[in-house]
């Protein structure tokens, strides 16, 4: 496909600009989203402006507020460019930053008109759905090619937001619109391979049971983040996880035990209560990096991804940058780590919330109150299984929330395509519900959040309710 030419244009604007600074020795200040999407997007512009001869600053943050940008403003910054967020706060920063050049590359909902000082580059100005169609790591990705055709390496990093934002929406888990345009350039570049397969983590790179253990999309009850009962129900099933000496990845398996375990994991699946539609969801495209080592977790797109998010959640998205620039040693190490310990949590939270009746249901949602139990930086990552396991059993968002130590509640709230079709805009309905209780919200139709104040969640969710039923045609 592809790239429409109003959409390019506005990828030519950001280049001068940065030019100039570098060109003057000015450091350029680089504030980014604590998500895959937004480790890969300011990994990129990263790399962009190393590979330029300027020098950078990278800080990882899980919103912007008042706080953040005066935070950023002490440094003095001639120049600050927002990756994976900042549409959603236009107003703020061109109060805080009115001196400085600014440079916003996202793909979330546009809030406020654009300060004259401000550069920003967000598809669906250009009428591109940001939330299917491209991630803020592939506007990035774009604008690193029009800077310099040399950066068409960083092409699968391009895709790993897409994945981490889970736009795999099209036939087979299969991307769609501009995600489509780098895929195929990444396949040309010799640097990406594709194939329809089971979808564990670690395809080509990890054990069978560990593989299994390792998924989480969709979450499977009883064997996610559970190697011993992975390697129970392998045995059962007659699936050897050894060939002699050698532990067999899920590349291994003939036909005919890829049939035999994808029967016997929709059987499980749906004997836990999950829907039945939620069981293809463990067929789809594979996404192999060719460029990166099969003995490592990043030779997977998806396992790159997850790998990003969880270090970006467990608060150590240094190394994830790490490794999107370039390191292969001690940050691969390190990332593993982090991984094995994300994923346990998860299994943790979601086991909290399955052993009681943890979700209320009201008219138009699902509400998870969590409170100091879930992180509130994964508080999000449950909604998402959640909603994902087909558990839910009527046409509702689910709406999460997590307290944190600042006295704010995080908010995360999640719906199925086929609820967006029936007119439900979940970014504007954080944004409207928020913005009536002293706090900040947005996002996309599909996935949105906000922050409120504490004492302020039950008023919250009541106004949440009644807009989305005044918005749904369900």
């Known amino acids: 496909m592809d790239i429409p030419q109003d959409f390019l244009n506005t990828l030519q604007h950001a280049i001068p600009v940065i030019k100039k600074h570098i060109e003057e020795g000015n450091p350029i200040s680089i504030i980014t989203h604590n998500d895959a999407d937004g480790i890969a997007s300011g990994s990129i512009i990263s790399k962009t402006i190393l590979r330029l001869g300027g020098s950078f600053k990278t800080t990882v943050e899980k919103r912007l507020d008042d706080q953040v940008l005066k935070k950023v403003l002490d440094e003095k910054p001639k120049i600050v460019v927002f990756t994976d967020f900042g549409s959603g706060y236009l107003e703020n920063i061109g109060k805080t930053f009115n001196e400085q050049d600014v440079i916003i590359f996202d793909h979330h909902l546009i809030t406020g008109e654009k300060p004259q000082n401000v550069t920003q580059i967000n598809p669906l100005e250009n009428n591109i759905d940001g939330s299917r169609e491209i991630a803020a790591s592939g506007v990035c990705y774009l604008f690193a090619k029009t800077v310099d055709i040399r950066n068409r390496d960083l092409a699968n990093i391009g895709l790993i937001g897409a994945l981490g934002d889970q736009q795999d929406k099209g036939n087979q888990k299969s991307f769609t619109g501009l995600n489509t345009f780098i895929e195929e350039e990444a396949l040309s570049y010799g640097l990406l391979k594709k194939t329809v397969d089971l979808i564990f983590y670690g395809y080509e790179t990890r054990p069978i049971y560990r593989a299994l253990a390792y998924t989480t999309s969709p979450f499977i009850p009883g064997l996610s983040g559970r190697e011993d009962n992975c390697v129970a129900f392998l045995n059962h099933i007659s699936i050897d996880i050894k060939k002699g000496d050698k532990m067999r990845c899920l590349s291994d ?83 593993e780590q982090v991984v094995d310990d994300y994923r346990r949590k998860i299994g943790t939270y979601l086991d909290w919330v399955r052993e009681k009746d943890r979700i209320k249901e009201l008219s138009s949602i699902y509400f998870l109150d969590a409170g100091f139990e879930v992180d509130e930086n994964i508080v999000g990552v449950i909604a998402s299984i959640l909603q994902g396991q087909g558990i839910l059993k009527d046409l509702k968002p689910i709406i999460s929330a997590a307290n944190s130590n600042d006295g704010t509640i995080k908010i995360s709230a999640r719906g199925a395509d086929a609820i967006i079709q029936h007119g439900l805009h979940l970014g504007k309905i954080m944004q409207e519900a928020a913005e009536q209780h002293q706090g900040s919200g947005g996002g996309h139709d599909v996935a949105a959040g906000a922050f409120i104040p504490q004492d302020k969640i039950n008023e919250f969710i009541k106004s949440v309710d009644e807009i989305v039923s005044r918005q749904s045609t369900i």
Do not use: W
Not at 267 to 278: A, F, L, P, T
């Open 253 to 335: 398996l003939t036909e005919d035990e890829k049939k035999r375990l994808f029967s016997a994991l929709s059987n499980h699946m749906i004997s836990q209560g999950c829907d039945s539609s939620s069981v293809h969801d463990i067929i789809g495209t594979v996404y192999t990096f060719k460029n990166e080592a099969p003995s490592t977790p990043l030779r997977d797109g998806r396992e790159y991804s997850s790998l990003l998010n969880a270090c970006a959640r467990m608060n150590r998205p240094s190394i994830g940058i790490s490794i999107c620039l370039g390191d292969r040693n001690e940050s691969i190490k390190e990332a």
